[in-house]
């Protein structure tokens, strides 16, 4: 599969995201019964995980999004901008923030600290990918869907510059 300059081969299938996707939403479910969950959905990459995931959560609980960037390309530049806040209150709230993948931990550290900042109740993070290995931070990742190698993903949300966002399965980066 090519997308620009790169070529990219399958490495998880549609089938099997959706099967740990549900696992995580139960896992949720089970967690969060009476506790009213705001999910923060993280823009773009995490859409295709959140509605996913959505579709399997069954307890009462709301979704809102906040848009970040700090992938040019495919290296992580460890900075991180916001594009878009967050529009509903999370004073007081149990917050569970929904990412496609937890790299260098960056992202998500600032995101934790911009969200503290309001004082919810509890935030803890859902992942759809992890690569343990490449992890500068110290920072808790709840629940995973899938850990995976340091490599390049494309595909189920995740963008090389922009493009391979509509893949249903899972690609990475063939060297
Ligand atoms: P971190 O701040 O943890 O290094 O990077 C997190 C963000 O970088 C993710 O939300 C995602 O947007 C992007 N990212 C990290 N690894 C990959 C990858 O393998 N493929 C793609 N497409 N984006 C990635
Ligand atoms: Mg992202």
Known sequence: MHLIDKTFEPFISEEKILQQVKRVAQEINHDYTHLNPLFVGVLNGAFMFAADLLKNVTIPSEVTFIKVKSYEGIQSKGQVSNLIGLETPAEGRHIVILEDIVD????????????????????????????????????????????????????????????????????????
């Open 104 to 175: 260098s931990g960056h992202t998500i550290q600032h995101l934790l600290k911009m969200l503290q900042e309001q004082h919810p109740a509890s935030i803890h993070i859902a992942t759809l990918l992890f690569k343990p290995q490449s992890l500068q931070t110290d920072v808790q990742v709840k629940y995973v869907g899938f850990e995976i190698p340091p490599q390049f993903m494309v595909g189920y949300g995740l963008d090389y510059n922009g493009q391979g966002r509509n893949l249903r399965d899972i690609y990475r980066l063939k060297t």
